[in-house]
Every structure is written in C-alpha cells, then in structure tokens.
C-alpha cells in the first residue's frame, strides 16, 4: 500500500506539474496550448471577466484551507499517536516490547512496537510529524487571512479547474508529507478502533500520557530539519507581510474591486512576492526532509512551475494597466525571472 500511495501520489504531482512546465516554455508554436493551461490557471484581476463561464468565486479560496485544516489535523494527530505508541518507555527500553506483547496477549500494536523502533524509523515518523506541524501553522494562517485579511472583490472568480486543482493541492500536499509511513499508520489506526473496541475508552485511557514520549519525536530531529524551518518561518513571514499589503490595499476606498499598485517589503522587488514566499515556505519542507525525498521534491516544484506561471501574468497584467508600474520590479524571481 505505501509503494502503492507513494507511486500514485507522484504521478499525480508530474501529471499536474507537466502542462504548467510546458505552459511556461517561451515558444510560439505552443500559444495555443498555453493560453488553454492559463484559462484553467487565472484568478482574480487576471481572469478576463468575459471568461467567466464554468467558474466559481475566488473566495473560495477558503474551501481550501478548511480542507487542508482538517485533513493534516487528523495526519498529524495519527502520526503523533502512532510515535507514542512506538516509543519505549526510557526506563524500559529492552524490555518494553515483550512484557507488553505478553500482557496484552500479543496485540497487533505491540506487534507494530517491536517490529519498529529502530532509530531510522524514529526519524523518520519525527520529520513527518515537524512537516506536518509546519503544515498547520501554514494552512491556519492562511485561513485567517482568507476570512479576515484579504476583501476579495466580488468580481473575482477563478475557473472549476482552478477550484479542483486547489482541493486536489491541498490534499495531496499533507498526505505527500507523510507518505512514507502510510502503511504503518493505516495498520495503527485499524488495531486502535479494535483495542478501542475490545477495551472500551476508559481503559485505553486509564494509563495517563507520559509527556517525556509524547515529546520524545522532536527530539529526534536532525540539523537539516531545524535549517528547513527557519527556511519556512522566513518565507511564512514574508507572506504574512504581503499577505497584510494586499488586504490593507482596498482600506478606505470606495469601490471594493479597484486595483492599486503595492508597495512594501517583497513588493519592492518583484510584483508577487507572496507566491514567492509560498515556494521559499515549500522550499523549507525540501530542505526539513533531508532533500532525499522525491514525492516532497515534486510537490515544490508544482509550486513553482504553477505561481511562476501565475506570476508572469501578473507582471504583465501591471504592466500594462499602470503606467507608472515600477520597472526594476521582476514578476516572481529578484533580478530573474
Ligand atoms: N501553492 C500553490 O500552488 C498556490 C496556488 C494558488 C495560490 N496560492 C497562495 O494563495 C495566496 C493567495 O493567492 P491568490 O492568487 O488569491 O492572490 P491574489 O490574486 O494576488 O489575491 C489576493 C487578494 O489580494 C487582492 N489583490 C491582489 N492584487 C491587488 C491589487 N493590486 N490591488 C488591490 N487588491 C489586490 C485580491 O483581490 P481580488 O479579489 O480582486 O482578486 C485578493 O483579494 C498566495 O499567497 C499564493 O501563494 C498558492
């Protein structure tokens, strides 16, 4: 099963990244190709309003991250109930598996615990779990931001596509954090609604939490992992920054749909910084990982290869709207791109 889910999740993500890479490729020859990627991939101020058939209000944004809320919850809490589990206890380390195994009469969890403590393992679940949390603190804050910082207009619409590539995005962005110990969490879950059963609830309970195993996952992590977050707090601050100039940009003005040139922090040198910041936030889980895993790799770069896109007709839509538009600023990349 985790082969299985490792495999389909990555074919998805190439599947997704692959018309967007070709999109993005400067050749007339592919006009035609292009502008039918763009007509599923515009939003807001981009989206022609005469192109309207087959879309739903950009507002709905917000579908995103309610999604994305509940679905790492609920990861994070199986990855985080399965650590414990599988965690000894510090002052029975050797022993702990089979007195448990024996006590319980060899339940499938103590099953699970001896098969898999090794240290490689323990890192592993640890980093899917920091990912994970990473990914909370995300989704959270672009959720309020969606209900109280951004005033969408009420023209701003993006295409069905656009809508269900978002659901899809937000989906497979937690599971894809956590893919590598699918199976061991969907085997966790099973035995716990069984024990649940067996045992009932208060007896499950009755051993109280030992804080120090609870806590143990992240003291697993390694350097990199510490690296990676300090890369997505820089990127999570950045879009929190542009995040608060685009909301604060329609204050006291009369028409809630009219466009402004923004100014401040990333503003000053590219023309969407937030997506920018949004793949240095990606960048941080690549680098959390250890750079080793492909299915992370390959979600970044449908981050980049989508907001790159994105951002180009931004950039020319400022272009050609203001013609006061500052000239040094580039469209997503600093003197690049
Ligand atoms: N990971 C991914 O693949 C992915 C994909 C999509 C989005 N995102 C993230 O989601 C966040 C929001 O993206 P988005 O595409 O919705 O951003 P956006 O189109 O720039 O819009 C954000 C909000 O700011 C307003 N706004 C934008 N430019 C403005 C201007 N010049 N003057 C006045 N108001 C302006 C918009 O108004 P309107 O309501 O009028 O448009 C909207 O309410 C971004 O940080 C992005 O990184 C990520």
Not at 26 to 43: D, E, H, I
Not at 171 to 183: G, I, K
Request: glycine letters at 6%.
């Amino acid at each position: 099963m985790e082969i299985g889910l490792v495999t389909l999740l990555r074919a998805a993500w190439i599947a997704a990244i692959l018309p967007v890479v070709i999109a993005l490729i400067p050749s007339s020859k592919l006009n035609f190709f292009k502008q039918l990627v763009l007509g599923f991939a515009k939003r807001g101020k981009i989206m022609q309003s005469s192109s309207n058939k087959l879309s739903v209000p950009q507002k709905l944004f917000i579908h995103f991250y309610i999604l994305a809320f509940v679905w790492t919850t609920l990861l994070l809490a199986a990855t985080w109930l399965y650590a414990y589990s599988t965690t000894p206890k510090i002052s029975e380390p050797l022993l702990f598996s089979s007195i448990a195994s024996h006590l319980t009469g060899g339940s499938r969890i103590f099953s699970l615990q001896r098969s898999h403590t090794s240290k490689e393992h323990r890192s592993r679940i640890a980093v899917s779990i920091f990912l994970l949390l990473l990914m909370e603190a995300q989704v959270l804050r672009r959720l309020f931001e969606s209900i109280y910082v951004f005033k969408y207009s009420p023209s701003a619409r993006m295409h069905i596509l656009g809508y269900l590539t978002g659901l899809f995005f937000y989906t497979a962005v937690p599971l894809s954090l956590c893919c590598n110990n699918a199976t061991e969490l969907y085997k966790f879950g099973l035995s716990l609604i069984q024990e649940f059963i067996v045992k009932g609830k208060d007896r499950m309970l009755a051993s109280g939490v030992d804080w120090s195993r609870f806590f143990n996952p992240l003291m697993q992590l390694r350097w990199y992992t510490w690296i990676g977050a300090a890369i997505f707090c820089w990127g999570w601050i950045h879009q929190r920054r542009c995040h608060a100039i685009l909301g604060s940009l329609r204050e006291n003005r009369e028409h809630s749909d009219e466009y402004v040139v923004p100014h401040g922090d990333w503003f000053q040198y590219v023309s969407s910084p937030h997506y920018l910041a949004e793949i240095v936030i990606y960048a941080g889980f690549v680098v959390a990982s250890g750079c080793s895993d492909l299915t992370i790799w390959l979600l970044w770069g449908f981050a980049v290869a989508n907001l790159a896109l994105a951002a180009a007709e931004t950039h020319r839509w400022y272009l050609h709207k203001f013609d006061n538009y500052p000239r040094t600023r580039f469209a997503i990349f600093p003197s690049v791109y």
